[in-house]
Nanobody, 126 residues
Framework: VQLQASGGGTVQAGGSVRLSCEAS????????MGWFRQAPGKEREGISL????????VYSDSVKGRFTISRDNAKNTIDLQMNNLKPEDTAVYYC????????????????????WGQGTLVTVSS
């Protein structure tokens, strides 16, 4: 399994950024994909995930209503559209994936994910 994230950069508060992640090495239908982030001095936080089979999504309260995750199983990619960014969104963002049996709930526990991309930095200035 390989994950290649792109996007990120520096943006002013209130602005938007789009992250993308291209995956390979697994069958999309049976793998959940998504994004975690880690801000300086903080633990990794699961912010947005999407199942492979039916597109069920999960968002953390901290990003709900501002971020939107989407998935293209034909291309094995996911995107994260981040709008109305705040300085507290500054973090390294990681694309993740792991096997998710059909019918099982999506976890936001980072220990449940074996596959991580290299991380991309998003900096939101005030």
């Amino acid at each position: 399994v390989q994950l290649q994230a792109s996007g990120g950069g520096t943006v002013q508060a209130g602005g938007s950024v789009r992250l993308s992640c291209e995956a390979s090495g697994f069958t999309p239908d049976f793998y959940v994909m998504g994004w975690f982030r880690q801000a300086p001095g903080k633990e990794r936080e699961g912010i947005s995930l999407i199942s492979g089979k039916d597109g069920t999504t999960v968002y953390s309260d901290s990003v709900k209503g501002r971020f939107t995750i989407s998935r293209d199983n034909a291309k094995n990619t996911i995107d994260l559209q981040m709008n109305n960014l705040k300085p507290e969104d500054t973090a390294v963002y990681y694309c993740v994936t792991d096997y998710l049996p059909i019918g099982m709930p999506i976890s936001v526990d980072p220990d449940e994910y074996d596959y991580w991309g290299q991380g991309t930095l998003v900096t939101v200035s005030s």
